[in-house]
């Protein structure tokens, strides 16, 4: 019936019906998320140009090679008269870095704390893709739930209203408690009809979170989160996170850079060799060469200097941020734990509740059909039941989504175990 009314809702909307085998289960959103969502391909993106970025730094370990050919025609005058001559020329030549202070190797440097910094990036943005995808999926699930419950307490309205509507016709019960009544069952159909609509809503916004146009047709699931683990590594969490790792990262690059940048007030050394071809008409002339040369920068009217001095202050930047992004972290984290923690005792506390409510509502029902309780009392219990009902379906999705919330500032994702990175 849960299903049926599902699909009603969407036909109401002006949807298509679709089999209840395509109710997306948690894995098949995952599979969709990673084959369509925009955003992960952007970010994968990202992390492709930082590798290049390493395979260019490396190249200034290697020689570099270059080949050159041209033809000139000329002409000089002479005695009123015009020569004329060509030169064809081809050659080789090639050079390669033997010292440089230190500067190609804090490029590479520099440029594979950068990669690792976008990895953890890309790490990042994997667990905030997860988490929007796993809010929609749960809004999803609670919507259907809430679908069904809200059936529920339309139809017990409704006994509750053929209940009264016979006291009354009797002459046990006021009209005033009748149309209290009717007024109640009005309300569990406008509630309804309103779950109905937050399911077109929801699943047009897990489609959206998944990168997809079309509407997805329903989720496959329940809402059940389980208890968090003892938060004992509090610490040692928080430095596996991926703020973490990118703040730590960004100081090793800072200081690559200070490497980079104070390499220039040191000689550089470097091997040139060349090799040519040459003549008028033919390549029948050669020439060769080979040399070292160095050079030492004397003055620069302070550039190198006040470059350095700027590095430097970055090193420092990166280092205080990081411990100020520690420090967050940690109550960051700390809060998270809290709000699942609080979420997962409170939905246990409340369906607690809702059973106590229920046998209440039992037992209330059978009395006032006996005459033994006033319409006032029952009332106020049938109430405090369905009330408790809605509150008991509330604090599941709240945990669910405190359960997501912990994952994600943890930078978990289920990708990125499964990647192995």
Request: glycine letters at 6%; one cysteine or more; hydrophobic letters at 40%.
């Amino acid at each position: 019936m849960k299903k049926s009314l599902f699909t009603a809702a969407l036909f109401s909307a002006g949807l298509s019906i679709a089999s209840t085998n395509d109710f997306l289960t948690w894995e098949q959103c995952l599979e969709r998320t990673k084959a369509q969502s925009p955003e992960l391909a952007v970010a994968r993106s990202a992390v492709r140009s930082l590798e290049y970025s390493v395979a260019s730094a490396s190249a200034g370990f290697l020689p570099s090679l270059s080949a050159s050919a041209g033809f000139t025609k000329s002409g000089s005058e002479n005695d009123s008269n015009w020569t004329e001559s060509d030169r064809t020329t081809a050659g080789l030549s090639l050079s390669q870095d033997l010292f440089s202070g230190g500067g190609n190797r804090a490029q590479r440097k520099r440029a594979l704390a950068r990669l690792q910094v976008g990895n953890e990036q890309y790490r990042k943005t994997l667990s905030d893709v997860e988490l929007r995808v796993r809010q929609a999926y749960i809004e999803v699930l609670y919507t259907q739930d809430l679908i069904e419950l809200t059936e529920k307490i339309a139809d017990r309205r409704a006994n509750n209203v053929r209940l009264i509507q016979l006291r009354f016709d009797g002459g046990r019960e006021n009209a005033g408690s009748l149309a209290r009544s009717k007024a109640q069952l009005s309300q569990a159909r406008y509630e309804v009809r309103e779950a109905q609509r937050s399911l077109i809503y929801a699943l047009r916004n897990l489609a959206a979170a998944m990168g997809q146009m079309e509407p997805a047709v329903g989720a496959s699931g329940e809402l059940n989160a389980g208890s968090p683990e003892e938060l004992v590594q509090l610490e040692s969490l928080m430095k596996q996170t991926p703020d973490y790792e990118i703040a730590a990262t960004q100081i090793e690059a800072a200081r690559q850079g200070l490497v980079v940048t104070r390499s220039d007030q040191f000689p550089s050394v470097a091997l040139n060799a060349s090799a040519g071809l040459g003549g008028d008409r033919d390549l029948d002339t050669g020439s060769w060469s080979v040399g070292v040369r160095a050079s030492i920068p004397l003055f620069t009217g302070g550039r190198n200097r006040a470059d350095v001095a700027a590095e430097k202050e970055s090193v420092v930047q990166s280092e205080l941020d990081l411990m100020n992004r520690a420090n967050g972290l940690m109550a960051s984290l700390q809060q998270r734990w809290n709000n699942y923690m609080d979420a997962v005792d409170n939905e246990i506390i409340q369906q607690e509740l809702l059973e106590a409510e229920k046998l209440r509502a039992e037992i209330s029902t059978a009395k006032y059909k006996q005459g033994l309780l006033s319409f006032e009392d029952w009332d106020i219990i049938e109430s405090n039941l369905i009330n408790q009902d809605k509150a008991y379906l509330q604090r599941r999705r709240t945990a669910e989504l405190a359960q997501a919330s912990w994952k994600n500032a943890l930078g978990w994702s289920e990708w990125y175990v499964e990647k192995g990175e």
